[in-house]
């Protein structure tokens, strides 16, 4: 499967404790994007990356967020000190760095916040 | 500010009947407009994208600028068109925002 992967797909944690979610983009797309989406909503934009520059953040993303791309290919997502606000799937595309770049996205990562 | 109003959460068609899923939105510029879809237990995948002006699985849409409009419309819907769809307006930056999604259901 030469698409997005996320791992892993499915994570349980106790509010408080720190996760971190892992996306592998298609390997010749330079942006990466996290969204976040919640039941009943389309997916609302976090962060994205240019190679290894995070260019965008958005407000949604608070200071317990953070998001990295060392080496310009995949990236984590970490969540520290979890809310059970922050339960919601969490989805990674990936595209081309060009006008009307298509998005391919990853099965996204479901995280629940007990 | 960039806003995608999608006003149905449901629609409930027979199959053969017409399909129309409405999408507005609202920005200052000149628009990208999109439509994903997601079948069940599959992931978000792109259908069609305002600028290519092509018919993907008999689905087309318009953009109506006067209106602000960019709705997706199939003449004779299909059981295997059951599915969540989402409206998403780029503009300036490379940022998508999605409207909340329309589930169509297709009964046969």
């Known amino acids: 499967d030469t698409g997005v992967s996320q791992n892993p797909r499915h994570k349980i944690t106790k509010r408080g404790q720190n996760v971190t979610f892992r996306c592998d983009p298609i390997?010749?797309?330079?942006?990466l994007y996290w969204y976040r989406q919640t039941l009943g909503q389309g997916p609302e934009f976090l962060t994205y990356?240019?190679?290894?520059?995070?260019?965008?953040k958005s407000r949604l993303l608070s200071d317990r967020f953070s998001a990295e791309r060392p080496k310009g290919s995949f990236s984590t997502l970490e969540i520290q000190r979890t809310e059970q606000g922050d339960s919601a799937m969490y989805l990674c595309?990936?595209?081309?760095?060009?006008?009307?770049?298509?998005?391919?996205f990853g099965p996204g990562t479901r995280l629940t916040v007990t | 500010a960039q806003r995608v109003t999608q006003p149905e959460k449901l629609l409930s068609v027979f199959k053969g009947a017409p399909v129309e899923l409405k999408c507005n939105y609202s920005?200052?510029?000149?628009?990208?407009l999109f439509w994903y879809v997601q079948y069940s237990r599959q992931r978000l995948q792109l259908l069609l994208r305002?600028?290519s002006r092509e018919s993907i699985k008999g689905f087309t849409a318009d953009l109506n600028k006067g209106e602000t409009s960019f709705h997706l419309k199939k003449p004779f819907a299909q059981e295997e068109d059951s599915a969540m769809y989402y409206c998403?307006?780029?503009?300036?930056?490379?940022?998508?925002?999605f409207g909340r999604g329309t589930s169509l259901i297709v009964h046969p």
């Open positions: 305002h600028i």
């Open positions: 920005y200052s510029g000149s628009p990208e």
């Open positions: 998403a307006l780029r503009g300036g930056s490379y940022i998508p925002t």
């Open positions: 390997s010749e797309h330079n942006r």
């Open positions: 990356f240019q190679n290894e520059a995070q260019l965008e």
């Open positions: 595309a990936s595209s081309l760095a060009r006008i009307g770049g298509e998005q391919y």
